[in-house]
Nanobody
Framework: VQLVESGGGQVQPGGSLRVSCATA????????MAWIRQVPGKEREGVAAIGSGGRIMYADSVRERFTISRDNAKNTVYLQMNSLKSEDTALYYCALTPAYWGQGTQVTVS
């Protein structure tokens, strides 16, 4: 299983970013995928998840600002982040929970 995140960077408060997670090594369309973020010294926070059938869940902290989506033809899951806040600064991981995680992509809002 391979999960490779991309698209992180630095953005000003109120700005937008889209992070992507390209996957390989499993039948992507059959599995739920999640985005999880980590700030040093704090617990990991589940940000959003999307099921194989398209059911979506968001953390309250990002609801109405973030959108998770998937492209089964490209084996890729996305996280569109709008109206970013400084508290969204974190390392964002794509995960095929619980066992498989990407290397993370840093998002910095400042």
């Amino acid at each position: 299983v391979q999960l490779v995140e991309s698209g992180g960077g630095q953005v000003q408060p109120g700005g937008s970013l889209r992070v992507s997670c390209a996957t390989a090594g499993f039948t992507f369309k059959n599995y739920a995928m999640a985005w999880i973020r980590q700030v040093p010294g704090k617990e990991r926070e589940g940000v959003a998840a999307i099921g194989s059938g398209g059911r979506i869940m968001y953390a309250d902290s990002v609801r109405e600002r973030f959108t998770i989506s998937r492209d089964n033809a490209k084996n890729t899951v996305y996280l569109q982040m709008n109206s970013l806040k400084s508290e969204d600064t974190a390392l964002y991981y794509c995960a095929l929970t619980p066992a498989y995680w990407g290397q993370g992509t840093q998002v910095t809002v400042s």
